[in-house]
């Protein structure tokens, strides 16, 4: 079975730098897509930033050129890079990993950023 564990959220003034990071323990194969959403309140969770095990990414329009997402495949690990945030940033972001052999999709806690005005 596999488990996100995240860290890295917290409180930040308007401008400022997060990096979260996220590692999955257990057994992952083959292809898989590794990634971060938000939640903020009221409103439904998004895609933020992900990265599949080929490299590949897709960021949402709302983060390009602010932040970035990279991932180290040996130690199943997925980090978020966040400058320049805005008070829209804040949410809480759940790290998501996706596989396809077998067909799951797992989900982490959830850590809160707050981006303060």
């Known amino acids: 079975q596999v488990q996100l564990v995240e860290s890295g959220g917290g409180l930040v003034q308007a401008g400022g730098s997060l990096r979260l990071s996220c590692a999955a323990s257990?057994?992952?194969?083959?292809?898989?897509?590794m990634g971060w959403y938000r939640q903020a309140p009221g409103k439904q969770r998004e895609l933020v930033a992900v990265?599949?095990?080929?490299?590949?990414?897709n960021d949402a329009d709302s983060v390009k050129g602010r932040f970035t997402i990279s991932r180290d495949n040996a130690k199943n690990t997925v980090h978020l890079q966040m400058n320049s945030l805005k008070p829209e940033d804040t949410a809480v972001y759940y790290c998501?990993?996706?596989?396809?052999?077998?067909?799951?999709?797992?989900w982490g806690k959830g850590t809160l950023v707050t981006v303060s005005s």
């Open positions: 998501n990993l996706k596989t396809w052999a077998p067909v799951r999709d797992y």
């Open positions: 257990g057994s992952i194969f083959g292809f898989n897509v």
């Open positions: 990265v599949a095990s080929s490299g590949a990414t």
